[in-house]
């Protein structure tokens, strides 16, 4: 993580993650960039700093293209 600290236009991409406890520890650190966090879960998420985007569901013809 000090190596990532040293680049500031970093994006750090935390994928599929269950339970925001699995990622919070890493979170203060990275102060400076950007952080992209993918979820299924919809709780949990409210008392950090950041801007939820939620998707609707794609079609099983849009996954076969």
């Given amino acids: 993580m000090s190596r ?3 680049h500031p236009g ?3 991409v935390f994928d ?3 339970e925001v406890a699995d990622v919070e520890p890493y979170l ?3 102060a400076h ?3 992209l966090i993918t ?3 919809d709780i949990g998420w409210q008392h950090l700093d950041s801007t939820p985007v939620r998707l609707d569901l ?3 013809s849009a ?3």
Avoid: F, P, Q
């Fill in 4 to 6: 990532l600290a040293a």
């Fill in 10 to 12: 970093r994006l750090v």
């Fill in 16 to 18: 599929n993650v269950e």
């Fill in 28 to 30: 203060a650190r990275l």
């Fill in 33 to 35: 960039g950007h952080v």
């Fill in 39 to 41: 979820t299924r879960r």
């Fill in 58 to 60: 794609m079609s099983r």
């Fill in 63 to 65: 996954r076969t293209h």
